[in-house]
């Protein structure tokens, strides 16, 4: 947790082997929680060799599910 930086494209091993498309289901940069909505919920994510490439702003916890 750092919370003055944020991470552009950060890649993350994911804990499982399968490859597919992840989508947000918890997002606590979204205002309800007090962030400030710089994340767009809709966006799919796409692993590839067991990595995501994903916008990481700070201060905020993202949880994905696989979709496909």
């Given at each position: 947790?750092?919370?003055?930086i944020?991470f552009?494209n950060?890649?993350?091993?994911?804990?499982c082997?399968?490859?597919?498309?992840?989508?947000?289901?918890l997002?606590?940069d979204?205002?309800?929680?007090?962030?400030?909505?710089r994340?767009?919920?809709?966006?799919d994510?796409?692993?590839?060799?067991?990595k995501l490439?994903?916008?990481l702003?700070?201060r905020t916890?993202?949880?994905?599910?696989?979709?496909k």
């Open positions: 947790f750092i919370a003055l944020t552009v950060t890649r993350l091993s994911i804990l082997t399968t490859n597919g498309t992840y989508r947000i289901i997002n606590t979204r205002p309800e929680f007090g962030g400030f909505n994340i767009d919920d809709n966006l994510y796409h692993a590839i060799e067991n490439s994903i916008y702003t700070n916890a993202l949880v994905l599910e696989r979709v």
